[in-house]
Every structure is written in C-alpha cells, then in structure tokens.
C-alpha cells in the first residue's frame, strides 16, 4: 500500500511540476509577444547584435542609439581595471545605458569563462576541459560550473561561451585542451553536467548563468586537427562523433550554442542551414538562440551583406561583432545592412521575429528584466577560499599517473632534500595555460592569487625537509628526489596548432640534467594535451600528467605527498610518436603508448 502511495505521490508531483513550468513558459511567452509587438525593426535588429567591449567603449551611447542587445569581452578586451569590483561597474555602467532605452530592454553580457572566470584578476582558475575529463566526475565538474558563474555573477556578466563539447580526435588541433575527451559518451556527460552547473535549477537564480554550448557542429574533427579546418567525415560519422555533446546538453537545460568556424565537408557552419535549422532547432528541438563565433559571419563572402544574408537565413540568431566604427564590417554596418536585407525581402521578416523572439525569451529565463544589475553580495566571493579549495580538488581528481617505478610516489613528507626543478614548477601562468587574463594567456604571475606548484610543495613538507631549486634541470646532486615540471608555455585556438609535440630542447635538456644527477626523477608535464614523451619517460621514475592545472597547484603537492591518491584516466589515447596522429580509442591497430582510460593509482 506504502509503495502504491509514494508512487501516486510522485506522479502527482511530477504533474503539478509540470504545470507550474509549462505557465511559467507562457507567462514568458506572453512578456515576449507583449514586447515584440510593440518593436521597431531597428530595435529587433539591435537585440540581434552583439558588440565587443573595445569596439564600443569609445562609443557606449550607441547600446541605446542602435538599441544593442549584448556585449561580450573578447579574450583581450577587457576593461582597465580587471577587479571584480572594476567589472561590476563596468556591466552596471553599460546596462543603465540599455536601461535608458525606449523599451528598456537590458544586454546580457558574455564572456569566455572557461576555467573559471578567467578574465577577472583574483579569480578561481580550474584545470582546463582535458583534466576534468580525466576525473571524469560529473558532480565535480558541475561544481567547477557552479562556482565559476558564482564569481561570473559578482562581475554582473551572466553568460558565458561554455562548456566547449569539441570531442577532440587530433592532437595537434591548439584547442585540445578545451575538449573533455575524444570520446563523444565522456563529452556528452560532462557538457550536461557543465550546463547544469552553470544555469542552477532555475536560470533566473541569482547565481545562475546562461551556459552557450559550442563549437557547432564537428570543430575538434578537422583534418589535421587544423583550427577552423574541413571536418571530412559522413553524416553518420558527424553524429555519431560530434552530436552527442549537443544532444544531452540541450537536454540538460542550454539556451546558447555558438556555430563553429569550421567547415563540414567544405560548408562552414556558420552558413550551414541543414545543420543550423533543421537538425538544431527542427529535428532537436533546440529552443535557445545561435551566437556566431567572434567575426565568424564575415567568412561567409567576401560582400558583408551577402555573408549577413546567408548567415542569418540559416539560422544564426544574434551576430557577434567586434569591429567599431572607423573598421570593416563593423557592428553599425551590420544593423544597416541586415535592415536593407529585410527591406529587400531577402531575409524574412519571420527569420528576424523567430530570432528576437528566442533572445528575448531566454533573456526573460535569466531573469536580466527583473534583475539587470550586479547582484554586489557576490562580489567579495570571487576568488574565495572556498572556491579555491574546490578547484583544488578539481586538480587533485585531474592528474593522470602515468608510471610510478618501484613506487616511488607517494613521496615522504620528512625528507631530508627535495630539489624542485623545470620551467613550470613556479609559474602560475604556465600552470593556467591559455585563456587567462588575457586571450592567449602568458608565462608568469598571470593572475594574482593561487599556488605555483613549487610553493604547494613548500607548503606540504615537514620544516626538517630542505626544498632546493633551479630552472633547468641542474643542482640536483644528493638529494632524495627530484622533481622536475615541464610542459607547454600558454596558447589558445590556432596559436596552439602545433605538427610536432614532442618536449621543447630546454625540456628535454632539464630532465637530462635531473636523471644524470643519479636521484630519482619525478616529471609532471603540464601540457593542454597528449605529449611525445617516450625519451623522457625512459628518463623519469615517475610520471605524471598534470594538464593545465590552474591556480590550485596544492592539488599537485595533494597526490605527489599522498594526501590524496592518484584516480585520473586519460581521457584521450596518447601517442607513441606523431604518426600515430590522429589515434583514437576504436581504431583499428590502435597501438597507443597508453591507452585511452590508463591511469595508475597508489
Ligand atoms: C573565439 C572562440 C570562441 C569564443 C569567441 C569569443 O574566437 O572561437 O570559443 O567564445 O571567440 O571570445
């Protein structure tokens, strides 16, 4: 009888849950019908726009002007002071400016937040996508979503370009890092969970924000893993590979979806209408609006308004433009030109109310009409220790250990010398990788706040224990141990497209240096993808792959002194040499020199 009654119980929840959405969405529905009857076809156009900080800072009267519907900060478009505090008044001084328009209608502002709200100084920086595959924890990277719209939100911004659900086949594509996997069932898994992180239960929460899941459709599957190459693969293969992200995290709640700049069998996306319309928004029922890639629409055509026309006919919804006025193609001639286009009938005027009727209605579920300011409460919570602990964890839940001779690892926290060695053993800029501070990220003291790994070691061993260092390799004579960090210096899109993977001279030369001391060697390769390492391998005792950590590098000195045991699996299959590239789990001959899901532990 209990278990009848329960059952009934749940079923009439779902019902009433059901029927309190469902009048939510038409009390949506009604405000967007409300307002779209009343618009101009210059105020439509200009809610299908979006505008990049530098472009208009100069000109910020022209978000009421040609009534703008978002701004976006670039990878190096930033505001002068980098702050939380110095972003909240950037947002609040904008959106009183869209505030002040006829129909008040508020600009949702965007942002790549990718590892964290990684365009703010002070900020909690995870690992990048690579090593939260590795963990292959859902809860945990809905957590790292969680908390970097948190910190989005003390900022005012409210939407971020993430989760990237790029499966990855080919290493030597520069943007590796930001995929979770090359395998589609681990992407599909963690995109939802990212999704749900980032948009709460409810978008409209206070520190919810609207997730934009990209590149659609196919970008990690170019050939030759170029950026913004050709993916030359049948339909059944695209969707097989490159769909599923899409699919679970549509389910799981997503608003946004940026296009790709790639090409599917020679037709760029970002012009593809079977895939933009019918297979997105027909076939998968996706209800949110298309933000095209920075610029992307000008691939299109040489003629900007016939690369607008084709753009916005199959399916694009807002144009992400970051040329100001004095430049080509720049978010004035947009407006201009796609209002010609609607005067000429060669974009519907449907085509424009379908587009503004999805911003509009996804800019009712953020909640930015009732609540368009910086919610201030948050902003103190950027960079909290709370949050840092969090992306601690993230990094301790990364690491994939590669070989562990004579178990070496754990380490002993009462040694008598440790010698830590390697260009990124101090270097919170090489730990972070690209897209910090700015869009290509640096070597350095990148961002303020956070643990190299060398301090994280310091931090960890007892006080009789004697921590020596160098850069290259050398005094490691008489010690117990050696530990030497390299890896990849910061890059970010095509930058990091690289032929060659194999480490860098001053690398190679640093554990050369360590191994001929006669101590054992420790190497972590801080690297946004599989590396050629064999040479360097034979060289160490133990080995692991750190990926780009982050701020957290406690989370390194966590698993090398045991207070945490190694559970990462590579979430990609490693190469033994660059012809093995592309090689990925399910090929035939598959030969890696560790396979997709190795991992040791302790
Ligand atoms: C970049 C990237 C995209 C990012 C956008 C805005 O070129 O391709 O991932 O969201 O521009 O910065």
Redesign the pocket.
Known sequence: MKKYFAIVMIFMLTVTLNIAQSQKEKAVQKKVNDLISQMTLEEKIGQMTQVDYDAIKANIKDIGKYFIGSI?C??NSEPDDITPAGWANLYDKFQNVALKTRLRIPIIWGI?AVHGHNNVDGATIFPHNIGLGASRNPKLVEQVAAVTSAEMRGTGVQWD?APCVAVSRNEKWGRSYESYSENPELVKILGAAFVKGMQGNDLSDKTSSLACV??FLGDGGTTNGKDQGNTEVDEATLRKIHLPGYISAIKAGAKSI?PS?SSWNGVKMHGNKYLLTDVLKGELGFKGFLVS??AAIDQLDKDYKTAIEKSINAGLDMA?IPNGQGQKNNYIEFITLLKELVNEGKVPVSRIDDAVRRILTVKFETGVFDNPLTEKSLTPLVGSKANREIARDAVRQSLVLLKNENNLLPLSKNLKRIHVTGKSADDIGNQCGGWTISWQGKSGNVISGGTTILQAIKNTVSNSTQVTTSKDGSGAEGADVCIVAVGELPYA?MIGDRQDLTLSKEDADAIQKAKSSGVPVVVLLLSGRAMIIEPELNKSNAFIACWLPGTEGQGVADVLFGDFKPVGKLPISWPKNMNQIPINIGDANYDPLFPYGFGLTY
Request: hydrophobic residues 40%; without cysteine; glycine residues 16%.
């Open positions: 976006l670039g990878g790549d370009f990209k590149h940026m700049y890639d920075w992400m899109e």
